[in-house]
């Protein structure tokens, strides 16, 4: 059976506000509802206690003692993996990001095992975890690799008033016309609305923004808008989706805003970050969907220029945490898929070795 009430919160980079918002999250009761596996080192969350300015008490275990099964309530599994002695408070480094991927690998697996309904983490950095892991590029393809998914994930992110969903993620700008397809974008709209109905909206409607200026207007700027993007759109439409577009990219947001559109699909990453962030940079959540469970994370990064002060903003962090309940137990899981009997391996699996041998 699924624990779907449960939550793997993984702590990020130790570097930056991850252990402040870890303490914050852990010492709210509605944020922290007797039903999270923390799951980081012990001496890292004592930190973020400290610069929060709260005192945190968890009953705490190691991934050895996880072999006797994980007790109800919160619990701390303490991977000590991340000496606060070894790092620089503001700065990304090895020794920060490999504790991140551990943890974050952890809490993955933990989920993907039914002993866990959502994965949630406080922010991470990229470039740390680069120099972890040389080949990571971003979150979705460590997800997809981590739990052996059949199909990887795509990113979210999430306001109030709008959603934004994308085709392309972490790519180069010169790229992105090459590597959208028709399909693709297809694609993208059916898990959008997939994701959007699993998250209470009862026929949501999405916006397709242009590729190019003015969608290329009659061809003159680009013919991606007319041969690439609307097949996509008229596909989506011939299946009821409510779909519009393509829609010029500088007023479909402003359309969104307007309650035209309950969600923005974008060709790629700052096409809707933009636009996202400026609305709410302290309010966004970043959802991970497509797999056996959601993840989230607050859409905001590590702030090393604020960690260890005690100013980090929680309002993205607690709606990311909400969001993930509000989303576990609806994407389709194996029913056939058992835990192990031995959890040890869920927190001792492989990205320990390779985050210690890099």
Not at 86 to 93: C, D, F, N, R, V
Not at 113 to 140: C, Q, W
Not at 249 to 259: E, I, M, N, P, Q
């Amino acid at each position: 059976m699924t624990n779907e009430h449960r939550v793997a919160f993984a702590i990020g980079d130790a570097g930056g506000i991850s252990p402040e918002l870890s303490a914050r999250v852990l010492a709210d009761a509605e944020a922290n509802r007797g039903d999270m596996i923390v799951i980081g080192d012990a001496r890292v969350l004592a930190m973020g206690a400290q610069h929060a300015g709260l005192e945190i008490d968890l009953p705490t275990i190691t991934p050895e003692e996880a072999a006797q099964g994980l007790p109800d309530g919160t619990v701390l599994v303490d991977m000590g993996n991340c000496d606060p002695a070894a790092l620089t408070l503001g700065e990304s480094s090895q020794v920060t990001g490999a504790a991140a991927l551990e943890n974050f690998a952890a809490a993955l697996r933990l989920a993907n095992a039914g002993l866990a309904g959502s994965v949630f983490f406080t922010p991470f950095n990229k470039h740390g975890m680069r120099l972890a892991k040389s080949d990571y590029v971003d979150e979705i393809g460590f997800i997809t690799e981590t739990i052996d998914a059949d199909r990887g994930g795509r990113e979210f992110n999430v306001l109030d008033e709008v959603w934004n969903a994308r085709v392309t993620s972490h790519i180069p700008l010169r790229e992105v016309a090459d590597t959208l397809t028709t399909d693709r974008i297809y694609q993208a709209l059916c898990l959008t609305i997939e994701t959007m109905e699993g998250a209470g909206f009862e026929r949501p409607r999405i916006g397709v923004a242009a590729l190019n200026p003015h969608a290329g207007d009659g061809r003159n700027f680009g013919t991606e808008d007319e041969d690439v993007l609307l097949p996509a759109v008229q596909r989506a439409q011939e299946q009821q989706m409510s779909v519009t577009g393509p829609v010029p990219s500088d007023t479909v947001f402003v359309r969104a805003l307007k309650g035209e559109f309950d969600a923005v699909l974008t060709m790629y990453h700052d096409q809707g970050q933009i636009a996202m962030k400026l609305m709410g940079f302290d309010r966004g959540v970043t959802l991970i969907a497509g797999y056996p469970f959601p993840i989230v994370t607050p859409a905001h990064g590590t702030a090393y220029d604020i960690a260890g002060k005690g100013l980090a903003d929680t309002g993205a962090t607690f709606n990311a945490v909400a969001l993930g309940r509000k989303l576990a137990g609806r994407s389709p899981r194996d029913s056939a898929a058992e835990a192990p009997t031995d959890l040890t391996a869920l927190f001792r699996g492989p990205m320990r070795e390779d985050a210690l041998n890099s």
